[in-house]
């Protein structure tokens, strides 16, 4: 996983947009470091956006639009990949490219 991100971010910026808590990224970081231990968490992303420090939530169209002006995206080349399809349809009306990612779908299979 670590490798591919890593790849990716050589030729996309990669964010990270998450309905979360402190306590709860301190887990998914504690698993992502058993998982990838070659890469830190943070270093494979351009920027980070919690729910909880930006004070909103997906699928709040507000959200989005906070993201995409505070890190100078183009919607229309932005891609928005969740697994939660009210957070898909949202980024989809606001205009971001989006996937879906289903319960059978993981990363290797949507980039390659």
Known sequence: MGDLLAKIQQKKK????????????????????QAVTDYQFES??????????????????KIFDYVVKDSNLNPEKTLFIDDNKNNILSATQYGLKTIYMNPKMNLPKIFF
């Open 14 to 33: 990669t964010f990270i947009l998450s309905n979360t808590n402190p306590i709860h990224i301190q887990e998914v970081r504690r698993r992502f470091h």
């Open 44 to 61: 494979l992303f351009e920027k980070i956006y919690y729910s909880y420090e930006v004070g909103l939530h997906k699928p709040d169209i």
